[in-house]
């Protein structure tokens, strides 16, 4: 589906910080077949039919998150988002900054550990592209606290969260939308943090692909009540990612 604004507090936009990205592009390319485009300093946009999809970046020493994709979610006051963050019992790890004419950007920690981003878009608006194969379709986050979770988000972008029914997640959808992009599910404390989930065709199929390209299987396919079949996988450089068919 191709998008041209996101919904404030929807996911927009992802990076992946990892320590090599030629690997990166090489395997996220054949796998989802993206074309990378190099920016100066050495940002990559990873783009499908010549529309930007997500980024990657070297991670640089020093860094308080470790490689990672991390999502980014769409606001249009950086500045209010990062007090309601605070408010809510977040914290922020990397302060609202300009990037070039593209728009600003902050990252921070919410009050389970979990990093998560905001984006306030100038030039770029974010992802062109999701909920579709080769993009991304689905936000999983893990953690120990679920209904102090919703109630963060909530506070902070004003999601909704929908009860769960039996052995499902709870689901969350942006102000504004019906469609949910995301689900919330309890998980222990040492693996708190979003899982971002890109569409594919066949789950089954990609898997082995991605298997073939270096990836390892996590998770290997299932079915996922209210969401798809979903596989959990790591990129050659041990990165999370996991890939879904929506149900």
């Known amino acids: 589906m191709k998008i041209t604004r996101h919904l404030p507090g929807a996911p927009c936009w992802a990076d992946l910080d990892t320590p090599d990205v030629p690997s990166a592009r090489t395997f996220y390319s054949a796998l989802f077949g993206w074309e990378a485009l190099e920016l100066p300093g050495g940002y990559v946009n990873f783009a499908l039919r010549a529309e930007k999809i997500v980024g990657a970046i070297k991670l640089k020493e020093g860094e308080e998150h470790s490689a990672g994709w991390s999502v980014y979610f769409m606001t ?96 969350v959808t942006a102000a504004g939308d019906a469609e949910e992009f995301g689900g919330i599910t309890e998980g222990p404390a040492d693996s708190t943090g979003w899982t971002l989930h890109f569409g594919v065709e066949d789950v089954d199929a990609a898997t082995v692909t991605a298997a073939s390209l270096g990836g390892t299987v996590v998770s290997a396919p299932i079915d996922v009540t209210g969401v798809g079949r979903v596989a959990v996988l790591t990129d050659p450089s041990g990165v999370r990612f996991a890939l879904v068919a929506r149900a």
Request: charged share 20%; hydrophobic share 40%; proline share 9%.
């Open 76 to 171: 249009d006051d950086l500045v209010e988002t990062t007090k309601a963050v605070e408010a809510a019992g977040g914290r922020v790890v990397s302060p609202p900054r300009k990037v070039s004419v593209a728009g600003s950007a902050a990252v921070y920690k919410a009050h389970d550990g979990a990093v998560f981003g905001a984006w306030e878009p100038d030039k770029h608006p974010g992802s062109g592209l999701v909920r579709e194969p080769g993009t991304p379709s689905w936000f999983g986050l893990s953690t120990p606290d679920v209904n102090g979770s919703a109630a963060f988000y909530e506070q902070v972008f004003g999601w909704t969260a929908l009860p769960p029914t039996a052995g499902d997640a709870t689901r």
